[in-house]
C-alpha cells in the first residue's frame, strides 16, 4: 500500500528551467498544481489515496516555489503564460499519456484554463476552490519587494489559515503556513496576479473533458455565485459542481479523505478509472 514515505522526488526539464515534482503510483497520470505561494507538500496526504486508486499522482512545484526554479528568473504574472508553459510539463511527465489534472486555488484556475485550452488532451480536469474568473484581491504589485512591504509574510500566513474550515486538526494551522514560506515574496505575490487576470469565460462553452468544480464551504476567496457561473457555460454533461462542508480553501489539506472519495467517484462514474 503506497503512503506518504514512498514519494520519489524528481527533477524535469522544461524549456531549460529545472522544474522539481514528487511522484507517487503507477497507472493514470494526474498532474497537481499548489496554490498560490505554496509547494508540492500541500498534496502528501492525499496523494497515497490516490495512488492507492491507481492514479501515478505527480505534485509539481511550479517555477520559482519550493525546489523548482524560475523561468528565466522571472515570476509569471500571466495566467495564460502560466498555464501554457505548464502544459509543457504535463506533456513532459505523462509520457504521452492524456492526464487528469487537479489544482487548488491559484492551481485551480489553472486547472480550468488548461481545461479551457487543451480539453481534448486532457482526461478530466478537477479544480478546487477556482473558476473561470476570479474576484481581485488588491493590487499586489505594492506588496512584491519585501523591504517595501515587511508585514507581507504575516499577512499571507494568517489569511490562509483563515480562509480553512475551523478547527483544524491539531497542528496543521502551523504545518500550512509553514508551506507558504516556500516561495520567495515577488513569486507569491505574482501567483496573486495571475489569479485576478486568469479569464476563460468565453471558453468554457468550447469544454471537451469531463469537469469537477469543488468548493469547500468556509472559503471566503470563493463565492458560490463565481462557482455556479463557471459551470453555467460548460456543455451538458461534462460539468460537475459540489460545495463540501467542513473545509476552506484547501480540501486536499484539510480533509484529504474526504476530497480523495468525492474527486474518485466523480473520475468512476467518468470512466478515468
Known amino acids: 500500500m503506497a503512503s506518504f514515505e514512498d514519494i520519489q522526488g524528481r527533477y524535469a526539464d522544461i524549456g531549460g528551467t529545472k522544474i522539481y515534482y514528487d511522484e507517487l503510483g503507477s497507472g493514470v497520470p494526474m498532474v497537481c498544481a499548489h496554490t498560490a ?24 512545484d511550479l517555477p520559482g516555489h519550493g525546489k523548482s526554479y524560475p523561468v528565466r528568473w522571472t515570476p509569471f504574472t500571466r495566467m495564460r503564460d502560466y ?15 492524456k492526464a487528469v489534472f487537479m489544482g487548488c486555488s491559484i492551481g485551480a484556475n489553472m486547472a480550468t484554463d488548461l481545461a479551457a485550452h487543451h480539453g481534448a488532451e486532457l482526461r478530466a480536469v478537477v479544480a478546487m476552490e477556482g473558476a473561470a474568473r476570479t474576484a481581485p484581491l488588491y493590487d499586489t504589485r505594492r506588496s512584491s519587494e519585501p523591504h517595501a512591504h515587511v508585514c507581507r509574510s504575516y499577512f499571507s500566513e494568517a ?9 483544524m486538526r ?14 520567495p515574496q515577488q513569486v507569491a505575490t505574482s501567483d496573486l496576479q495571475c489569479w485576478m ?29 463565481v462557482v455556479d457561473a463557471t ?18 480553501h484547501y480540501p486536499m489539506f484539510e480533509q484529504p479523505q474526504m476530497t480523495a472519495e468525492v474527486v474518485l467517484d466523480f473520475l468512476r462514474r467518468r470512466g478515468v478509472v
Open 159 to 167: 489569511v490562509t489559515v483563515a480562509s480553512c474550515a475551523q478547527p
Open 170 to 183: 491539531e497542528g496543521k494551522d502551523i504545518e500550512l503556513q509553514w508551506l507558504h514560506r516556500y516561495a
Open 197 to 225: 487576470n486568469h479569464d476563460v469565460r468565453d471558453r468554457m462553452k468550447d469544454l471537451a473533458c469531463p469537469y469537477l468544480n469543488v468548493r469547500g464551504a468556509a472559503d471566503f476567496f470563493l463565492s458560490q455565485e
Open 83 to 97: 498555464a501554457e508553459f505548464v502544459w509543457g510539463f504535463v506533456q513532459h511527465v505523462a509520457r504521452g499519456e
Open 231 to 248: 459551470m453555467r457555460d460548460i456543455p451538458d454533461g461534462l460539468g460537475e459542481a459540489v460545495c463540501l462542508d467542513g473545509i476552506g
Open 37 to 60: 505561494g505554496g509547494c508540492s507538500m500541500q498534496w502528501h496526504e492525499i496523494m497515497p489515496l490516490l495512488a492507492r486508486a491507481g492514479f501515478r499522482v505527480i505534485a509539481l
